[in-house]
Structures are given as C-alpha cells and as structure tokens.
C-alpha cells in the first residue's frame, strides 16, 4: 500500500497542475478503494477516473474522461527493456572510397553527388528486443526498409557497359543534346536486419540517454535511375530499371545516439556500393535523425 500512497499524492499533485479545472476540492474526490489484498485502485477526480492496477508487484495506470468509453494508458513500470529501432528515420546519403575520403579520382568524378538532394530515409517496421541487465542494456533487432537516393552532381547518369558490363558514365551531354539535364539521381531500395546492442541510462524507454550499436545487413530488392530533363520547353522524365551491378547483399555497422524517442543515427557499409570488379570502389554510408515509435 505504501507504493499506491505514494503514487495517489503523485496523481493528485499532477491533476491539480495540469487540469484542465479550477482549484481541487478534496470533497470532490472520491477514492473507491478496495481491501489491500485486491490490485485495483479507482480514483474519480472531477470528470476524470484514474484506475491503478497491481499485479505481482508490478503499478499500471490508466485514466479515462467521464464523456468517453475508453481508457488511456499513461503510466507502467513493467515496460521492459524496449529497442528504439522501430520507427522512421531520415538523413543525408552519400559514399566514400576505400580510403574514406570523398574525393575521386577523373575517371569516377561522374559518381560526385549533390549531398544536399542525397536522401536516405528507412522505416522500421519490426523490432524483437531481449533485456539483458536490469532493463538497461539489451538486444535488438529487427526488419526495415532503406531507401537511398543519390543524386548526381554533374549532367549524366550511369550504365552497364554492354561489353565489359563494368559500370560506366552515361555523358548525357553527348547522347541527349536537345535535353537541358534538370535532375539525375540513382535510387536503391534494401531490406535490413539489425543486430544492436543498446544502453538506456533509464529503465523507462521514453527518457534519458539511449546508445545503440551493432551490425546491420541488407538484401537489395530494386533499383533504378531517374534522368528530370525538359526538351523543346516540355518537362519529361526517364526512368530505367535494373540491377546497375549495385551488390545484392550487404552488411555494415549501425549507430544511434539520442534522448527519448530522439536520436542521430549513422549506417556505413563494409560492402561495396558495386560488385566487385563491376564498378568503382565505393562505400555507402549515412547520417540522419531518427524517431522511435516504441
């Protein structure tokens, strides 16, 4: 009973802050307390019941409003270790050579990217998360959908050679004189899979500091250009579909660091944007901010 005393005068505090009524009068309060060996509590306060259930020793709270049928959850301390890689998350694309540098070489400049129209963006869909300690530090995974857009920076696109069937430049500049080149990009689209370790500085998911990091894979399921060109003062666009040689399969390491539901993020990639042997030696990396549903 002491934990229920303790979160009555909580409540009772709070609802006087926060409501949306005059001043409380305690003659308005009614408390429909049962015997101690039963786990519910009912609270009616003004137009509001407030129902605190116990159960193993473990609190859930739930309020509803007088003028409507459903209750709402607003407190539970049995939550659990809960991942923060479900949600949406959205950030800037771009790759690096084997030496991490943005820099390329002549014969690759035509891969520059315009890292400000470079997006990357994933939603997370489904998470399984496994405490380890104390509710704090645990295991996540999951599934998710990464889209990247990348943005060229010069007039051309890329191609298959149909010779060497090595990634090549495609000089728009030559082959579409007429067209006045207005956006070219390069769009993949990967599942992914997570494995992070993660660490909360609170036992409750929804407050104070959250780091997570691990491994990450990825199994590409599509991919295309996309030339935005205006010809004769009319707007047109070109979409071409294929595999452009870009590597099917895909791992790296993952990060995020934030507070509450918050969080930057950063993805970089041990394989490489193209097969091997395919296509210039490019590593696609990440960096965002994320928001987590749980």
């Given at each position: ?35 101690e ?10 137009r ?8 193993e ?20 301390d049995?939550?659990?270790?809960t ?22 070489d ?28 104390n ?11 990464e ?27 030559t ?78 390491v ?30 696609p ?10």
């Open positions: 009973m002491k934990k229920i005393t303790l979160i009555l005068v909580s409540l009772i505090i709070t609802l006087s802050v926060f409501g949306q009524d005059t001043e409380p009068n305690v003659n308005e309060m009614k408390e429909e307390l049962k015997n060996n039963d786990d519910t509590t009912n609270i009616r306060f003004k509001k019941t407030v129902k605190i259930i116990e159960n020793g473990e609190t859930q709270i739930f309020v509803k409003k007088h003028d409507k049928d459903s209750w709402d959850w607003i407190w539970d049995d939550k659990g270790f991942g923060s890689w479900s949600g949406f998350s959205l950030g800037m694309s771009n790759f690096v050579d084997k030496n991490f540098s943005f820099s390329r002549a014969t690759d400049e035509y891969l520059d990217l315009n890292t400000g129209k470079s997006w990357n963006m994933n939603v997370n869909f489904a998470q399984y998360s496994i405490n380890l300690i509710d704090k530090v645990g295991l996540v995974t999951g599934l998710g959908l889209w990247n857009y990348y943005r060229f920076d010069n007039k051309n696109s890329i191609q298959e050679n149909t010779t060497t069937g090595i990634i090549e430049i495609r000089d728009l500049a082959e579409k004189p007429g067209w006045d080149i207005l956006e070219s990009k390069l769009s993949t689209t990967y599942a992914t899979l997570p494995l992070l370790l993660e660490f909360h500085s609170s036992s409750y998911q929804h407050s104070g500091v959250i780091f997570s990091a691990g491994a990450i894979g990825g199994v590409k399921l599509g991919s295309n250009t996309k030339i935005v060109y205006k010809e004769n003062d009319n707007k047109n666009k070109e979409r071409t579909r294929d595999d452009f040689n870009l590597s099917p399969f895909r791992y790296g993952h990060a995020r660091l934030g507070v509450g539901d918050w969080m930057i993020y950063g993805t970089y990639y041990f394989t490489p944007l193209f097969e091997t042997n395919k296509g210039p030696e490019l590593y990396l990440s960096i965002g901010i994320a928001l987590s549903f749980e």
